[in-house]
């Protein structure tokens, strides 16, 4: 019996280190086993996995593409315009060894390298290239970051500038360019149409002025279009030209003989007053210097114009007695 019971604790025991040693890696896993410190050189594959109880330990290493964000990055372009600038990274362990060894936390490595790689990007490029070309930067920026991952046993599969942060004072800008862009082909797009246009109604008036029944026949399918639509009122063009020559063969009247202008009357001299003559006289008088006119001359002045008529004797009657 002792010898039975001998036996079955040397199982017991036995079994109880074959579980503590054993170790199941997932598919998406490598086991690295370290052993009193020391790497083992041989990766433990998926599966199950025997090791030392005491001596061996095993860490297992995620060998999945891992994604990793970049925070937004704030950067100068080289064209002097302030941006903010966030991208994502794909990469995933190739050595277990180097990424266990080598680098305490490899995902935090990898962000700070993202994070200055980007920064350097930013300051390296224009912000065209940011908006429009952003194939040749993400290939820089994988090559920045593929040299350091390198030798932490990490293989960059991918690197992504996700978005650019503007400015408002850039966007407005932006949208204001491009909004006069747009009209300016617009107006270049409607000046070619029209220059088009008055090529061919050139080449179609040189036509008809050859050959005027087309002008008649473009009138006739005018009328034609325009009565298809079920109009009540039909606007029809009349020719100038009909119209001259209606006016050329309808004779004129003669026109009748102005009548004979009456002529002026003859200009009658101003005769001056004798109130005027008497105050002009009494005015020399006492200056001193009156010479008395003859009485033929007076009795001229005072004979009334016979253009003047009935006037001269109501200027008689106006005057004072005195005055004869």
Excluded: C
């Amino acid at each position: 019996m002792l010898v039975v019971d001998v036996v079955l604790g040397v199982l017991g025991a036995g079994a109880v280190w074959l579980a503590t040693g054993v170790r199941v890696v997932q598919q998406f896993e490598r086991g690295v086993v370290f052993r009193f410190g020391r790497v083992r050189q041989g990766i433990k594959e998926p599966g199950l996995t025997l090791l030392l109880p005491v001596a061996d330990r095993l860490r297992k290493v995620n060998v999945q593409i891992i994604t990793m964000p970049v925070p937004a990055q704030e950067g100068i372009t080289r064209d002097n315009v302030t941006v903010r600038v966030d991208a994502v990274v794909y990469f995933r362990v190739e050595d277990p060894v180097l990424a266990t060894v080598n680098v305490q936390n490899y995902s935090f490595a990898m962000s700070q390298v993202a994070q200055t790689s980007l920064r350097s990007i930013i300051g390296k490029s224009e912000l065209d290239d940011l908006l429009t070309n952003r194939e040749p930067l993400n290939q820089g920026l994988e090559l920045m970051l593929d040299s350091p991952a390198v030798g932490w046993g990490i293989h960059i599969d991918r690197v992504e500038i996700k978005d650019v942060a503007l400015p408002e004072s850039m966007k407005r800008s932006m949208s204001r360019q491009a909004e006069a862009e747009r009209e300016r082909r617009a107006r270049i797009i409607t000046a070619d149409g029209e220059f088009q246009a008055s090529r061919k109604l050139s080449e179609a008036a040189t036509i008809m002025s050859d050959t005027p029944a087309a002008l008649q026949l473009r009138l006739l399918q005018t009328v034609v279009e325009v009565a298809a639509e079920k109009n009540s009122t039909l606007v029809l063009p009349f020719p100038v030209e009909l119209l001259r020559f209606l006016d050329g063969m309808t004779p004129k009247p003669e026109a009748p003989a102005a009548p004979a202008k009456p002529a002026p009357p003859p200009a009658v001299a101003s005769v001056p007053e004798v109130a005027e003559l008497e105050a002009e006289a009494d005015a020399e008088l006492e200056a001193g210097g009156l010479t008395l006119p003859e009485i033929e001359e007076l009795s001229s002045l005072q004979e009334p114009h016979p253009a003047l008529g009935d006037e001269s004797d109501e200027s008689d009657e106006e005057k004072p007695e005195g005055a004869a």
